[in-house]
């Protein structure tokens, strides 16, 4: 994967994010549709993903694939966890993080790294935080693989992501993965089942797998309820992307693609 592709894809991401105000740009989870702002859907799917995650004040979280840093800084905010380490692909994502955090007075550290080779020391984390960043990863196995080594014994890895049954049907979307444009998306899909055995290879347990395809599809749905709702004007610079993200809720409630989260624990 290349940072200009990349980039491409996401530019369009921060700038409905600095737009609506949003201090994350993960697809969130609603129990009921309109019942929170898009931004308390994607706290609540952060949550939903975690569960009962042990983080404490001796605890070193990884958020890897960070983003602009919303769920590191929520993550933060609510656990007090020793340290936070952001990383991130792109640098402009990385830039932004860490200015939003110097200006909150919080002790978050972002840095720009690749998630297939995690810049941080064997057994030396105690929860690896992902979220709807694997599936650009052209090789999960290696990302996964890392995962366990940076865990310590006990540690957990927290993963969502968007996956498929139906591999086949997106294939053609990987012709557009070397183009420079905010469709390329970069997509390396993988079924839950691919997950399932890619976590055993690695001797990692899973303690929890939960689908929440129609909860994210419903968070998605306020979200573009509330983009819409600024007019077409106020969606300069990101109206392809809700086209996408319209797409992507079709997708979800239909059951071409799923959303699923794990939790899964390195024993030894």
Not at 39 to 54: A, F, G, N, S
Not at 74 to 95: A, D, H, K, T
Request: charged share 20%.
């Amino acid at each position: 994967m290349s940072h200009k592709t990349l980039e491409a894809h996401y530019a369009p991401n921060r700038k409905l994010a600095l737009s609506m105000g949003f201090s994350g740009y993960n697809c969130g989870y609603a129990e009921l549709a309109t019942a929170d702002t898009f931004e308390q859907h994607q706290r609540t799917l952060v949550w939903r993903l975690l569960d009962d995650t042990p983080i404490t004040g001796e605890s070193t979280v990884l958020d890897a694939g960070c983003g602009i840093g919303g769920p590191a800084t929520w993550i933060f905010e609510r656990y007090r966890p020793r340290r936070v380490i952001g990383l991130e692909y792109l640098w402009p994502s990385v830039q932004h993080a860490s200015r939003s955090a110097r200006a909150s007075g919080l002790p978050l550290h972002f840095v720009q790294g690749d998630a297939h080779d995690l810049p941080v020391a064997d057994a030396s984390v105690d929860v690896v935080f992902n979220l709807e960043s694997a599936l650009h990863y052209a090789d999960k196995d290696a990302f996964i693989a890392e995962c366990r080594r940076v865990l310590k014994p006990g540690g957990r890895l927290c993963l969502g992501d968007i996956t498929t049954n139906h591999k086949a049907l997106f294939a053609p979307l990987t012709l557009l993965n070397k183009l420079p444009t905010q469709f390329n998306s970069n997509l390396h899909l993988w079924s839950d089942e691919d997950y399932r055995n890619a976590f055993l290879q690695q001797g990692l347990k899973v303690v929890r797998h939960q689908r929440v395809s129609r909860r994210v599809a419903a968070s998605l749905a306020d979200g573009l309820g509330e983009i819409g709702r600024r007019g077409w004007a106020a969606a300069r610079g990101f109206r392809a992307r809700c086209a996408y993200l319209r797409v992507l809720k079709a997708l979800l409630n239909s059951g071409r693609l799923s959303y699923d989260l794990f939790i899964v624990r390195r024993d030894a």
